[in-house]
C-alpha cells in the first residue's frame, strides 16, 4: 500500500511546500474575481511548476464562495443508507485507481477528493482497476443503499467491458444496482440528481446532495490526500 508520507517529492517531485504557498496566492486572486486560467498562468510562470503541480492547483483551488457552495451538498455516509445514489462511474473509478498506483490525490477547497490525471479518452481498464471497483462496492456495502446506478462514457475505450465488469462484481457484492452507458454520462448528470457520487465540479454543482465515496474508499484503504 502507497503511503502519502513516503513518496511524494521523490515520486511525481512534488514540492509540496512551494505548492502550499503559492494556492494561498492563487485562491487570492480568484477571490477577487480574476480568471482561474490566466491567474493560474501567471503563478505558474512565476515559480515555474510543472504541468502536473498546475493540474493539482486546477483542480483543489475555488474561489471561497463556490467552495463553500459545494461544501454545503455534501453529506456524510451515514445518510446515504436506504437511497438511490447516482454514480459517476469514470470520476470515481479513475480517482481510486489513482490512489491505488500511487498518482498524487489531494482534498481540494470544497471538501472532495480528486487526482490529478487527465486520462479522459487515454482510460483503460486494468487489473487495478478491478480492484478499485471492488473497494468502492465494498464500501457502499458497508454504507447500504437502496439502489447504485453507474453512468458510464460509452465512446470511451471498452467502456461495454467495464459495465460488464460492473454488473458482476454488483451481482457478486449483493448489491441492487444497474449500469447505464451514454454517450456523454456527464450531458445527463447535468440534469441534476438526487444524490451524486463525483467530484467533478460542474456534476456536483447541479446535484442537490453529493458523496465523495472515491475519498471515502481512499480512507478506508489507508491513503490519505494531501491538502493545500
Not at 467502456?159 to 460492473?166: N, P, Q, R, T, V
Not at 449483493?174 to 440528481?193: F, I, N, T, W, Y
Not at 457520487?197 to 490519505?224: H, N
Request: glycine share 8%; charged share 30%; aromatic share 8%.
Amino acid at each position: 500500500m502507497n503511503s502519502w508520507k513516503s513518496w511524494p517529492n521523490s515520486a511525481f517531485d512534488l514540492r509540496l511546500d512551494l505548492l502550499r504557498e503559492v494556492a494561498q496566492d492563487f485562491r487570492y486572486l480568484l477571490n477577487r474575481g480574476y480568471h482561474s486560467e490566466p491567474a493560474l498562468r501567471f503563478l505558474g510562470n512565476r515559480w515555474a511548476l510543472t504541468a502536473l503541480e498546475r493540474e493539482i492547483l486546477k483542480r483543489a483551488i475555488f474561489p471561497s464562495a463556490e467552495a463553500s457552495q459545494r461544501k454545503r451538498k455534501l453529506v456524510d455516509a451515514k445518510e446515504i443508507r436506504g437511497k438511490t445514489l447516482y454514480i459517476d462511474g469514470h470520476n470515481v473509478l479513475i480517482t481510486v485507481e489513482s490512489g491505488l498506483q500511487g498518482h498524487p490525490v489531494f482534498l481540494a477547497d470544497d471538501g472532495l477528493v480528486r487526482d490529478a490525471r487527465r486520462l479522459s479518452r487515454r482510460f483503460r481498464a486494468s487489473k487495478t482497476t478491478f480492484q478499485a471497483l471492488t473497494a468502492l462496492l465494498q464500501e457502499l456495502k458497508g454504507i447500504g443503499p437502496k439502489e447504485v446506478i453507474f453512468f458510464l462514457d460509452r465512446p470511451l475505450s471498452r467502456s461495454g467491458e467495464l459495465a460488464a465488469l460492473i454488473r458482476r462484481t454488483l451481482a457478486r457484492e449483493g448489491l441492487s444496482g444497474r449500469v447505464e452507458l451514454l454517450g456523454a454520462a456527464d450531458q445527463r448528470l447535468k440534469m441534476g440528481v438526487p444524490l451524486l457520487a463525483s467530484a467533478d465540479a460542474p456534476l456536483v454543482d447541479r446535484a442537490k446532495e453529493v458523496f465523495d465515496l472515491a475519498g471515502e474508499t481512499l480512507q478506508k484503504l489507508g491513503i490519505k490526500p494531501f491538502s493545500l
